[in-house]
């Protein structure tokens, strides 16, 4: 009985995954101190030119992506709450900023793109309502030995992709890059960055490839040299990259700085902020990551695409 109670404690109670592993009181002091904030912006996918590059930051590391015509969604976090889940509820931090488009709203997926196994990128609540909506009808990508969290959904497809692979689905090229950062859900599971290479959870980013035009997207990472193989790569119209929670976590997530630094070193053409201003991951002030992106853009040869939860960027 012992046993099974330590078990419980260990696998339900403790709220772990990325910065989420804090103590319930804690987690209750640190969304009350923030006031939700509110959307400025409101996506309209349906009035989107499926001849173009169009996106918009839905809240987080969420991006909807029209690239000419194949819709794809990064990261999908779209409920109020993250963290455990257990018995259908969520223990976790709230959402400071509501998500720009509900499930509802979001046009029939081709492609759902996880960069790691993180509460914060990989949502299962989010993943089961769209594989509900859409039954065997979407196709999923998701890095090395984190297949199991997503195993039983209702996926067209499920591609796992290493670092330096590719794979082409639906006509568009995916490459999987290593960045620096870390794997496990839980703490007590093996990770690359904890040197299990073979059997511990990755972490990408990736390169996505159609029609001779580029996206990067970095998923989550401290600055790092890992992508210099991208320096000068031709074509990348848009890099998508974290700017948020570097404070006090700077060994795993790079500030704006840092993430204008890697983005313009691709030669990417514009540069669009992710994992900020969504959920308190972070000690930084709320609108920092944002206030410091565009303060410092304009020292990089790089037009900014979009600063805000909910606006829309065509590639023109």
């Not at 709220?15 to 209750?28: S, T, V």
């Not at 349906?46 to 996106?55: G, P």
């Not at 018995?87 to 492609?111: H, M, Q, V, W």
């Not at 990348?236 to 630094?261: D, R, T, V």
Request: glycine residues 6%; hydrophobic residues 40%.
């Amino acid at each position: 009985m012992e046993t099974s109670r330590r078990k419980f404690v260990k696998k339900i109670l403790l709220p772990a995954g990325g910065m989420l592993f804090f103590p319930p009181f804690l987690l209750k002091k640190m969304n009350a101190a923030n006031e939700k904030a509110k959307l400025n912006y409101k996506p309209k996918p349906e009035m989107w030119d499926d001849n173009k590059i169009t996106l918009a930051w839905l809240g987080h590391s969420t991006v909807l992506i029209n690239f000419f015509g194949k819709w794809i969604l990064t990261d999908p976090v779209l409920f109020e709450r993250i963290g455990l889940y257990f018995l259908g509820i969520s223990f976790g931090p709230t959402r400071l900023t509501p998500p720009a488009l509900s499930i509802n709203e979001i046009p029939k997926l081709d492609i759902i793109l996880l960069s790691h196994a993180h509460m914060d990128h990989l949502d299962i609540p989010t993943l089961k309502e769209i594989t509900n909506l859409y039954p065997y009808q979407i196709d999923i990508i998701t890095a090395y030995l984190t297949q199991d969290l997503i195993n039983d959904m209702k996926w067209k497809s499920i591609t796992i992709l290493d670092w330096n692979e590719s794979s082409l689905i639906s006509d568009v090229k995916f490459t999987a890059y290593e960045v620096k950062h870390f794997g496990w859900r839980f703490p007590w599971e093996r990770d690359r960055s904890r040197g299990y290479f073979k059997d511990g959870r990755s972490y990408n980013s990736y390169l996505i490839e159609y029609k001779n035009k580029k996206i990067f997207f970095g998923g989550d990472t401290a600055f790092t040299d890992k992508l210099n193989h991208l320096n000068g790569a031709s074509n990348i119209e848009i890099a998508i990259m974290p700017i948020g929670a570097y404070n006090p976590w700077k060994k795993n997530h790079c500030n704006p700085e840092e993430a204008l630094q890697m983005a313009a070193s691709m030669n990417a053409k514009y540069f669009v902020p992710v994992h900020t201003k969504t959920f308190k991951l972070g000690v930084e002030p709320f609108d920092e990551p944002i206030e410091w992106l565009l303060k410092s853009i304009v020292n990089y040869n790089i037009k900014l695409g979009l600063h805000e939860i909910g606006q829309t960027f065509v590639v023109v």
